[in-house]
Nanobody, 115 residues
Framework: QVQLVESGGGLVQPGGSLRLSCLAS????????MSWYRQAPEKEREFVGRIISDGSTTYTDSVKGRFTISRDNAKNTVYLQMNSLKPEDTAVYYC?????????WGQGTQVTVSS
């Protein structure tokens, strides 16, 4: 019933940009806080950023000024715009539904930053 589907990942050169999307179904999207996490090989899953229902955002320090989270409630979609990408941004990126929802994750989408 509940489904989160990420898309938009791929291979990009350092300094390039990607926009990830997460389409949600089975939840009342407009009231949900939505987060992005990432997990690099042999590393633990890391919080990237979050957008709450009123549109306010927060980000981890390593992506501030480069990444932007937005949402389109009419499309039940949250976005992660990634600019000035660095090799250390390489990871599988996941979206997660939070507050009031817990435990709902997408399948992840691979982002590889390499020359």
């Amino acid at each position: 019933q509940v489904q989160l589907v990420e898309s938009g990942g791929g291979l990009v050169q350092p300094g390039g940009s990607l926009r990830l999307s997460c389409l949600a179904s089975g939840i009342t999207f407009s009231v949900a806080a939505m987060s992005w996490y990432r997990q690099a090989p042999e590393k633990e899953r890391e919080f990237v950023g979050r957008i709450i229902s009123d549109g306010s955002t927060t980000y981890t320090d390593s992506v501030k000024g480069r990444f932007t989270i937005s949402r389109d409630n009419a499309k039940n979609t949250v976005y992660l715009q990634m600019n000035s990408l660095k090799p250390e941004d390489t990871a599988v990126y996941y979206c997660k539904a939070e507050r009031p929802y817990r435990g709902y994750w997408g399948q992840g989408t691979q982002v590889t930053v390499s020359s």
